[in-house]
């Protein structure tokens, strides 16, 4: 079955502090994986994504997400969290031919000051 | 910038009531999804369109209906209002090509009372 598991709900970090998000996938066809941010009360902004080519890529606000495939795996990273990151964070995964993306159940990340 | 943009950001509805969610796109994307956000649950598919006046159903659309007369309006109907709607809806639109990632409308919080 097609799933895509954030195995953490909410995560803390103090500010400044290094973050890692997890993101498995399950996924048959060739996948197309995106994180997506969801500030307070706002609807989703897509923070990057991956399809093909270098397995590390950069998004906005200054986060990386880095694609294993024999991890199945799409673990966002960002070196310094600032305030302004409190939201909650969902993967998704798609793929070609599929008109609908997956979503995980999001992570809640906190920032203590 | 590019806009989805839903009509209301909050509604208060009374049970058995007809409720109309509009949402409209202005990037002339072809495909068009409504989903509903609840808490531990992430983000449900409820249904799609991938093009004027198609649509089809998504995980659960039980309850609900969809129109699509233009390509850059969707609506969402709820043709008689529960209590167990009581939800987030999130619009979202995407180009047809499916790596680009979707657009998201800013939500609509529905209370059904």
């Known amino acids: 079955a097609q799933s895509v598991t954030q195995p953490d709900i909410h995560i803390t970090v103090s500010e400044g502090a290094s973050l890692e998000l997890r993101c498995n996938y399950s996924y048959g066809a060739t996948p197309y994986l995106f994180w997506y941010v969801q500030s307070p009360g706002q609807g989703l902004q897509l923070l990057l994504k991956y399809f093909s080519g270098d397995t590390l890529v950069q998004g906005i606000k200054g986060f990386e997400a880095e694609f294993k495939r024999s991890q199945s795996s799409f673990n966002l990273r960002k070196p310094s969290v600032h305030w302004s990151d409190v939201a909650e964070y969902f993967c998704?995964?798609?793929?070609?031919?599929?008109?609908?993306?997956?979503f995980g159940t999001g992570t809640r990340l906190k920032v203590l000051a | 910038d590019v806009k989805v943009t839903q009509s209301s950001r909050y509604l208060v509805k009374r049970t058995g009531e007809k409720v109309f969610l509009e949402c409209v796109q202005d990037m002339d994307h072809e495909n068009m999804f409504w989903y509903r956000q609840d808490p531990g649950l992430g983000l449900r598919l409820i249904y799609f369109s991938y093009d004027v006046k198609m649509k089809e159903k998504g995980d659960i659309p039980e309850g609900y209906s969809v129109s699509r007369e233009k390509k850059e309006r969707f609506s969402l109907i709820l043709e008689s209002a529960s209590t167990n709607q009581t939800s987030m809806y999130l619009c979202a639109s995407r180009t047809g090509e499916f790596y680009y990632g979707y657009t998201f409308g800013s939500g609509t919080r529905l209370t059904v009372v």
């Open positions: 998704a995964v798609g793929s070609s031919g599929t008109y609908k993306y997956i």
